[in-house]
């Protein structure tokens, strides 16, 4: 089996990694910042809501950056085709962004009420703008992105900042927001006690019910819609690039792996699984299980959005034959291959820390222990 082939098959799983990391941990960060105003009645409970996740925060955003340099380096013209055509939406979720350490580290420096009301919202802000992106955006990418290449292969955006956001993607969108919930709601309840915990389980379950609705929603709105088809491809020997290719439309596309590789079905079940069996686990009062079943809910939402588009990461709406598949749009075996031993090495690394620093900061936090302790947010 040639090499590159299998480099290919591996960075496409590490992708989907990758983002599932991302959606897992960073969408846990977020959820709390959601849920910040809400859990928290006063401003001791938003302090132990924020000092729950504080330890943690900063290190998740790895795998933001991990995500974004793994396409970079990976899948560069899909890096390159991506943030242009998306730019505004990047410059927007950069922004919400901003604000968000922001609001961790200063919030508590002044005792004024308005002061610490105002980054209470911009935490809300910065946590509910980027889950509603990030499920946007794979919303955009299921139904087909509006670009096209010129001869030299530069690729021009033919759509609007308004058009990402078309009912579909809000509506993938909101699944993102509601998983986010639930996970932030599960942490929480994990970390807290009393009240603070009944109202973060509360949310948690809240969550998790309308993100299986909206799973199920999505799933019905997927079956009638469209989808690509690669008919004829480049032959060997020839540059391997979206200009060489034939793509045709085909109704009711997106679920022909599934018709085709029945077995795949078990993936968009991973994801009615874990929200069903981590509710049950919440309402029992085990919330480190119901978080893990989060994290295989996640697996099983994002599993489903690239089964369904296999081997397409960015098809075009504008010009099928110019999207962006597995084979066509990868760096360099030479490349590859060194990304892959770095992850090798590295990956363990940051879940070993990870792990370690969740390990360290156990145990539950009080607002008796926020208000004595002078290094608390």
């Given at each position: 089996m040639d090499v590159y082939y299998v480099l290919q098959i591996v960075w496409w799983l590490l992708l989907g990694v990758l983002l599932m990391g991302l959606g897992i941990m960073v969408g846990m960060d977020m959820g709390v910042g959601t849920l910040l105003r809400f859990v928290g009645r006063t401003d001791a409970e938003r302090r132990v809501a924020l000092n729950i996740i504080g330890p943690h925060w900063d290190g998740n955003q790895v795998w933001f950056i991990l995500g974004g340099g793994a396409i970079f380096a990976a899948w560069p013209?899909?890096?390159?085709?991506?943030?242009?055509?998306?730019?505004?939406?990047?410059?927007?979720?950069?922004?919400?962004?901003?604000?968000?350490?922001?609001?961790?580290?200063?919030?508590?420096?002044?005792?004024?009420?308005?002061?610490?009301?105002?980054?209470?919202?911009?935490?809300?802000?910065?946590?509910?703008?980027?889950?509603?992106?990030?499920?946007?955006?794979?919303?955009?990418?299921?139904?087909?992105?509006?670009?096209?290449?010129?001869?030299?292969?530069?690729?021009?955006?033919?759509?609007s900042f308004l058009e990402l956001l078309n009912p579909f993607a809000v509506l993938c969108g909101l699944v993102s927001v509601s998983l986010s919930i639930y996970m932030g709601g599960a942490i929480l309840m994990n970390g807290s006690v009393g009240d603070i915990a009944k109202r973060a389980r509360k949310a948690s379950l809240l969550g998790g019910t309308v993100a299986i609705v909206l799973f199920t929603l999505c799933g019905i709105w997927v079956a009638n819609m469209d989808f690509y088809q690669i008919t004829s491809s480049p032959e060997p020997g020839m540059a391997q690039i979206p200009l060489h290719q034939t793509v045709a439309v085909v109704e009711g596309g997106l679920l022909n792996n599934f018709r085709n590789y029945p077995?795949?079905?078990?993936?968009?079940?991973?994801?009615?699984?874990?929200?069903?069996?981590?509710?049950?686990?919440?309402?029992?009062?085990?919330?480190?299980?119901?978080?893990?079943?989060?994290?295989?809910?996640?697996?099983?939402?994002?599993?489903?959005?690239?089964?369904?588009?296999?081997?397409?990461?960015?098809?075009?709406s504008t010009n099928p034959s110019h999207s962006l598949t597995v084979w066509n749009s990868g760096a360099s075996s030479l490349t590859m291959s060194w990304m892959l031993g770095f992850t090798i090495i590295f990956m363990p690394l940051i879940i070993a820390y990870t792990s370690w620093a969740f390990w360290v900061m156990r145990g539950k936090v009080t607002t008796e222990q926020v208000d004595s302790s002078e290094h608390a947010l």
């Amino acid at each position: 089996m040639d090499v590159y082939y299998v480099l290919q098959i591996v960075w496409w799983l590490l992708l989907g990694v990758l983002l599932m990391g991302l959606g897992i941990m960073v969408g846990m960060d977020m959820g709390v910042g959601t849920l910040l105003r809400f859990v928290g009645r006063t401003d001791a409970e938003r302090r132990v809501a924020l000092n729950i996740i504080g330890p943690h925060w900063d290190g998740n955003q790895v795998w933001f950056i991990l995500g974004g340099g793994a396409i970079f380096a990976a899948w560069p013209l899909v890096y390159a085709t991506a943030f242009s055509g998306f730019y505004i939406v990047m410059l927007v979720l950069l922004w919400s962004m901003i604000i968000r350490p922001l609001g961790f580290e200063y919030r508590s420096k002044l005792p004024h009420a308005a002061w610490r009301n105002a980054w209470d919202w911009s935490l809300f802000a910065s946590g509910l703008i980027p889950m509603v992106i990030y499920g946007a955006a794979i919303g955009n990418v299921l139904q087909g992105v509006p670009f096209h290449f010129d001869w030299r292969m530069t690729s021009y955006y033919t759509g609007s900042f308004l058009e990402l956001l078309n009912p579909f993607a809000v509506l993938c969108g909101l699944v993102s927001v509601s998983l986010s919930i639930y996970m932030g709601g599960a942490i929480l309840m994990n970390g807290s006690v009393g009240d603070i915990a009944k109202r973060a389980r509360k949310a948690s379950l809240l969550g998790g019910t309308v993100a299986i609705v909206l799973f199920t929603l999505c799933g019905i709105w997927v079956a009638n819609m469209d989808f690509y088809q690669i008919t004829s491809s480049p032959e060997p020997g020839m540059a391997q690039i979206p200009l060489h290719q034939t793509v045709a439309v085909v109704e009711g596309g997106l679920l022909n792996n599934f018709r085709n590789y029945p077995i795949l079905w078990a993936v968009p079940a991973l994801g009615y699984i874990g929200l069903i069996v981590g509710m049950l686990a919440l309402k029992a009062g085990r919330s480190v299980f119901g978080w893990w079943m989060g994290a295989l809910a996640w697996i099983g939402v994002l599993g489903t959005a690239g089964a369904a588009m296999f081997p397409f990461i960015m098809p075009s709406s504008t010009n099928p034959s110019h999207s962006l598949t597995v084979w066509n749009s990868g760096a360099s075996s030479l490349t590859m291959s060194w990304m892959l031993g770095f992850t090798i090495i590295f990956m363990p690394l940051i879940i070993a820390y990870t792990s370690w620093a969740f390990w360290v900061m156990r145990g539950k936090v009080t607002t008796e222990q926020v208000d004595s302790s002078e290094h608390a947010l």
